[in-house]
């Protein structure tokens, strides 16, 4: 392996994948570690905590997160339930009120509202308003006296003749 800056992309890789693989399976893991791990982004993560009171990960200062690996199951637990499984998240709640917080062994199968409903899904992902850009406003422009009188005029013109035009 190479030395100083010249490490290369995979070298940096091997390097951080072995330094993970060397904890203890006890250890305490980063929230970058969990996220890495279960495949799912940190704010995901961060959102989660808010929706389910059971994971709570130690926080040290400056608010970093540090998972036991009972929550990095719990969080898995979570994940599956709701990617793979297609649970929502009031779902996954109400499994976890019933369980005692504890996601393990047979659960219950699923009621009919504890599902993900593919219309709606479909629904929540159209956004309700338009995404075109408005076009850009006009700016005035300075106009003389005179040629302003002229558009006018032709204007007035124009408009008797389509009057003249209607039945």
Do not use: C
């Not at 540090?66 to 339930?81: E, F, G, T, V």
């Not at 009621?111 to 850009?136: G, M, R, T, V, Y």
């Amino acid at each position: 392996m190479s030395e100083g800056p010249d490490l290369l992309a995979g070298e940096i890789e091997d390097t951080i994948t072995s330094a993970r693989a060397r904890k203890a399976p006890n250890a305490f893991r980063t929230i970058s570690e969990v996220a890495d791990d279960l495949h799912i982004p940190q704010h995901v993560l961060r959102f989660w905590e808010g929706k389910f009171t059971q994971v709570k990960p130690l926080k040290r200062g400056g608010g970093r997160r540090y998972y036991r690996p009972d929550d990095i199951a719990l969080l898995r637990r979570i994940a599956d339930l709701l990617y793979t499984q297609g649970y929502t998240i009031k779902g996954v709640q109400r499994l976890l009120r019933e369980t005692g917080g504890k996601l393990e062994g047979n659960l219950s199968p699923p009621q009919a509202q504890d599902l993900a409903d593919p219309e709606e899904e479909a629904e929540i992902k159209q956004p309700a308003f338009s995404l075109e850009i408005p076009p850009a406003p006009v700016r005035p422009t300075t106009v003389k006296p005179d040629d302003l009188r002229r558009l006018l005029a032709n204007t007035l013109r124009e408009l008797e003749l389509l009057r003249r035009m209607l039945p």
